[in-house]
Nanobody
Framework: QVQLVESGGGLVQAGGSLRLSCAVS????????LGWFRQAPGKEREFVAKWSWSGRTGIYADSVKGRFTMDGDNAENTVFLQMNLLKPEDTAVYYC????????????????WGQGTQVTVTS
C-alpha cells in the first residue's frame, strides 16, 4: 500500500521560504505522477505543482510560477516543493498527491493523499 508523508510546513513571514517534503513508501517513486495541492480556509483544494520524472521538470499553477520549484530524489523516494517569496495568500494546508492527471485542461488529483502539512505566511 502506497503512503505519502509530508513534512516541512510551518510559520514564515512574507517573502520567506519553506521546503516541503513528500516521502513515498510502499512503491517506487516513478510508479505515480506526484504533485502538490493546497487548500486554504473556506476555499476549494487547488492544484499547485506536478513533477515529471521523465523530464525532471515541474509544472506549476500560475499563482506560484516563478516562486515555487518542485524536484525529486529517486534514491530517497521523496519529492520536494521549494517555496520562495511566500505571500500571505499562500497560507493553506499543502497535500502531496499521487496520480495527478490532466483532465480537460485542468490538473486533477489522484486517489493517493498524504496527511497534509500546514503553511502559514504572515504579513
Amino acid at each position: 500500500q502506497v503512503q505519502l508523508v509530508e513534512s516541512g510546513g510551518g510559520l514564515v513571514q512574507a517573502g520567506g521560504s519553506l521546503r516541503l517534503s513528500c516521502a513515498v513508501s510502499g512503491q517506487t517513486l516513478g510508479r505515480y505522477i506526484l504533485g502538490w495541492f493546497r487548500q486554504a480556509p473556506g476555499k476549494e483544494r487547488e492544484f499547485v505543482a506536478k513533477w515529471s520524472w521523465s523530464g525532471r521538470t515541474g509544472i506549476y499553477a500560475d499563482s506560484v510560477k516563478g516562486r515555487f520549484t518542485m524536484d525529486g530524489d529517486n534514491a530517497e523516494n521523496t519529492v520536494f516543493l521549494q517555496m520562495n517569496l511566500l505571500k500571505p495568500e499562500d497560507t493553506a494546508v499543502y497535500y502531496c498527491n499521487g496520480g495527478v492527471r490532466l483532465v480537460e485542461g485542468v490538473y486533477r488529483p489522484g486517489d493517493i493523499w498524504g496527511q497534509g502539512t500546514q503553511v502559514t505566511v504572515t504579513s
